[in-house]
């Protein structure tokens, strides 16, 4: 325990001077972004009319090393149903992005915010088909928290190792027939499941910062 608390510590640290800096940006978001790319999406662009969305990759002490929930969002849900996502939404008027991942997260899976310390946050990344620009924000915790998926929203919490994430032999290539053209995706093949699109760009950004030599 005191050693795990310590690597968390340790981590917290290196990733506030990380993420304070120069990210690793675009470059390392498109390692994960499909090919071809949607019509109309340039990366690294944010239309003045996008919806603002902020999301929460949270760490935390789990049963397998220092992990970070991801969400199986609900079969019934009107977008991205049943796709893996970070816990997140629409910001509300007059909140900081900060405080709408932290509200999203405790709607949507029973995080506690009192409970979390934000370290900053990761590169925008703008969503066509929603039209919301999501930004990606980066909390720790000293405790695993007692995860608890909203009826209706939420299918299942993946509760997915960072040691995981970062192993090269779960970046697979897949492809999907969108508007009958062949678009192939780089995806994380994680507890079984694909993450892809915009999650697995987040993802393929903030592996960028766990593997930085000045981590």
């Known amino acids: 325990m005191i050693g795990s608390m310590l690597a968390l510590r340790t981590l917290e640290s290196k990733l506030r001077d990380r993420l304070a800096g120069t990210l690793p940006g675009v470059e390392a978001q498109l390692r994960f972004a499909p090919v071809p790319p949607r019509a109309n999406w340039r990366p690294g662009h944010f239309p003045a009319d996008a919806r603002t969305a902020a999301a929460l990759l949270l760490l935390y002490p789990g049963a397998h090393g220092i992990s970070l929930p991801l969400t199986v969002r609900a079969s019934g849900l009107r977008r991205h149903a049943g796709q893996i996502s970070l816990p997140g939404g629409a910001t509300d008027p007059g909140e900081t992005l900060a405080e709408a991942a932290l509200r999203e997260a405790q709607e949507e899976i029973a995080v506690n915010p009192p409970d979390v310390r934000v370290l900053g946050e990761l590169t925008p990344v703008h969503v066509l088909v929603s039209g919301f620009t ?17 009826p209706y ?13 970062q192993d090269a032999s779960r ?28 999650t697995a760009m987040v993802l393929g950004e903030f592996i960028c910062l766990l593997q930085d030599n000045r981590l």
Request: contains cysteine; proline residues 7%.
């Open 153 to 165: 929203e939420v299918e299942r919490v993946l509760e997915v190792s960072i040691d995981d994430l």
């Open 171 to 198: 970046i697979r290539q897949g492809t999907r027939i969108r508007e009958g053209i062949a678009v192939e995706y780089p995806y994380f093949d994680l507890l079984g499941h694909q993450v892809w699109g915009a």
């Open 134 to 150: 999501l930004h990606p924000v980066v909390g720790i915790t000293d405790d695993c928290p007692a995860f608890s998926p909203a």
